[in-house]
């Protein structure tokens, strides 16, 4: 059982921001050195999911996932949760992977980074993306 009223958590939620968060923007420092060479767009809304970056080019999607939204090692603490938020990251969880597919479907490479990794292994995850790009 949640400990606010709908209402309140209704309003609560509506301030958590989805774009412009600390992960995407120490995403968006990782790949701004790729911009001279390789452009992208932030947040294409007509391709599923909104991935945080895309370099239309080269057909790379990433996306920058906040562990606890999207479930990182979810196995391990899924009964520590409350049912209600529970259901919610499973959804999310699904939801992610559908995109993915749709994403692949439709010829994108597509990468999924999780918060920490990007705030504690920036040179790593900027391997992977020239790597991805090459």
């Known amino acids: 059982m949640d400990r606010l009223s709908k209402k309140d958590r209704s309003v609560l939620m509506s301030k958590v921001g989805t774009t412009g968060t600390d992960i995407e923007k120490?995403?968006?420092?990782?790949?701004?050195?790729f911009w001279k060479k390789k452009r992208y767009?932030?947040?294409?809304?007509?391709?599923?999911?909104k991935p945080d970056?895309?370099?239309?080019?080269?057909?790379?999607?990433?996306?920058?996932?906040?562990?606890?939204?999207?479930g990182k090692d979810f196995e391990k603490w899924k009964n520590k949760i409350p049912k209600f938020w529970r259901r919610k990251i499973e959804d999310n969880i699904r939801?992610?992977?559908?995109?993915s597919m749709?994403?692949?479907k439709a010829g994108y490479k597509v990468l999924r980074l999780w918060g920490l990794?990007?705030?504690?292994?920036?040179?790593?995850?900027?391997?992977?993306?020239?790597?991805?790009?090459?």
């Open 117 to 134: 990794d990007i705030k504690k292994h920036p040179e790593k995850i900027t391997e992977k993306i020239r790597k991805m790009l090459n």
């Open 53 to 70: 970056v895309v370099f239309l080019k080269n057909k790379l999607t990433i996306f920058a996932d906040g562990d606890f939204w999207h």
């Open 26 to 33: 120490k995403l968006l420092k990782i790949v701004n050195p």
């Open 102 to 104: 749709l994403l692949k």
């Open 41 to 49: 767009r932030k947040n294409v809304r007509n391709l599923p999911g």
């Open 95 to 99: 939801r992610d992977k559908r995109q």
